[in-house]
């Protein structure tokens, strides 16, 4: 079994989300025996590598930062995300009333500490906010966690 997380932009420019599909399959269908995947299931990264897991056979863990954390989400985003959490093994929702950049990162923390190995879909920038994509990254390097970024060279946000 192997346990893989994800932290990554919500927001993909069209030329990156065909690399970034591709990449996450590989990556996904490269890992031995039962892959168990971690996501907060935000918008953008978090729901692809999900929607993908589970196409692959996976089973989903979703970390919810905390209560009310639908309210940062609308349109498909919402949808999307009610349709995966119903889809998810087991759901973990943070003790963090509204929702908050320390509850993100506190997101983040609980994927990493779980996983195995960190996809990042991360265009190698600071984050705009505590929490941030940048700040998963530079956190599970800390930790000494696999990261592998998926995000293609030359493209910008």
């Known amino acids: 079994m192997t346990n893989v997380g994800v932290t990554g932009h919500q927001y993909l420019p069209d030329e990156v989300l065909a690399h970034v599909t591709t990449s996450i399959t590989a990556i996904v269908a490269a890992q031995p025996g039962l892959i168990v995947g971690y996501s907060s299931l935000a918008a953008g990264s978090d729901q692809l590598f999900a929607r993908i897991l589970l196409d692959a056979g996976g089973v989903l863990i979703a970390v919810i930062p905390c209560q009310g954390y639908e309210k940062t989400l609308s349109g498909e985003n919402l949808t999307s995300y009610r349709q995966l959490l119903k889809r998810a093994h087991k759901t973990i929702t943070l003790e963090y009333t509204t929702p908050s950049e320390s509850a993100f ?26 929490g941030g994509t940048a700040d998963a990254v530079w956190l599970a390097w800390s930790c000494c966690k696999p990261v592998v970024n998926v995000w293609p060279k030359g493209v910008s946000r």
């Open 105 to 130: 990162m506190a997101a983040n923390e609980e994927v990493i500490k779980a996983s195995d190995l960190l996809i990042a879909v991360w265009d190698g920038l600071p984050a705009s906010g505590f």
